[in-house]
């Protein structure tokens, strides 16, 4: 990057083994890098140290397996945003194939806080912390960290926790991020941790009420957001089940914490449910009173789907690096 720009690079090394260190020591890395090793706790808790040892106005986190787009950074800094937090667009690649994800839909600079949380409820695109630059200053009265007990979500809880004092945002229409997703299956994680990620979709939910709540939204765009974000939830324990399924990992007690899950973060407004679209309510009732026999079929059809999906956005692809 040039030259003129200041920039503090802090690599936090979770763990790994010890020629990491070593690599770093014998590098010829600049006077601004930094490097910390401590026990493995995982990325919150490395994310949370960096956090912790910054000093620049702006952060940004970055991933060991990721990349970063050197030269949209600098464009950022150039256009000396004047935002809590500025969004940016990614590049997101699995093995060879990638995509570019568009975190907002328009190229203007300003972020309605509506339209963020639009887009909060519908997927999980906007959660990560990559392509966000965050005012350090903000993220610290925030109080906000990374969870340092979740499997997956922590991201978004973060995220959420970061939202709840109406941060200035705003958007640069570029990719600055390349994420690599991983290729390795999901069976292990299902098979160790499926309580733990049930209870993780829980808490993501109950967080994004949580914020609604904080900030005041009026109520009829708060009951569409819920709306969303409960289609979405449903979606994840679905699609959860249609996997234990898949990789015959469908034993009782999943089946009946599936069920708890499903239920208990919408005890407060069962009406929720009877706004929600058509398909919702028939993977909530299905979720309810599944057969084996069904789901092995969904699945099925889920998994046609899915090849034909990827088949389409091949064909489609219209932006390269």
């Known amino acids: 990057m040039n030259s003129d720009f200041k920039v503090e690079c802090i690599f936090v090394d979770d763990g790994s083994d010890e020629y990491v260190e070593e690599w770093f020591r014998t590098s010829n890395l600049q006077t601004s890098y930094s490097f910390i090793k401590k026990e493995n706790g995982g990325a919150s808790s490395a994310r949370n140290v960096g956090i912790e040892k910054a000093k ?17 950074i600098e464009s950022i800094l150039q256009k ?9 667009d990614l590049i997101y690649k699995k093995g060879d194939d990638y995509s570019v994800w568009k975190l907002h839909p328009y190229n203007k600079s300003d972020i309605s806080m509506e339209n963020v949380l639009d887009k909060l409820s519908q997927n999980g695109k906007l959660n990560g912390p990559v392509c966000k630059m965050i005012n350090y200053n903000y993220l610290i009265n925030s109080g906000a960290v990374f969870p340092e007990n979740m499997i997956v979500g922590e991201d978004a ?7 709840r004092n109406k941060p200035i945002i705003q958007y640069f229409p570029e990719s600055t991020y390349i994420y690599h997703s991983e290729l390795t ?13 049930l209870n993780d979709y829980k808490t993501m939910y109950v967080e994004f009420l949580m914020l609604l709540k904080s900030l005041r939204i009026d109520d009829k765009t708060g009951n569409m957001l819920i709306k969303n974000k409960t289609e979405y939830y449903i979606k994840q324990i679905f699609d959860f089940l249609l996997d234990s399924v898949s990789y015959h ?16 973060p ?3 407004s069962p009406f929720i449910i009877r706004k929600c679209n058509i398909l919702t309510r028939m993977e909530y009732f299905y979720i309810k009173n599944n057969s084996n026999t069904i789901t092995i079929i969904l699945n099925i059809f889920r998994k046609i ?11 489609n692809k219209k932006q390269d690096f």
Do not use: Q, T
């Open 56 to 72: 620049g106005e702006r952060i940004m986190f970055v991933d060991a397996d990721d990349e970063i787009i050197p030269d949209k």
């Open 80 to 88: 000396d945003f004047d935002a809590d937090i500025i969004i940016s």
């Open 157 to 163: 809880v973060f995220f959420y926790r970061l939202l």
């Open 185 to 197: 299956s999901s069976k292990n994680r299902l098979h160790m941790y499926a309580d733990g990620i």
């Open 249 to 264: 990992l469908c034993s009782k007690n999943i089946k009946e914490k599936i069920k708890e899950r499903v239920d208990l």
């Open 266 to 268: 919408l005890n407060y």
């Open 305 to 315: 789907y899915l090849r034909c999906k990827k088949v389409y956005h091949e064909n």
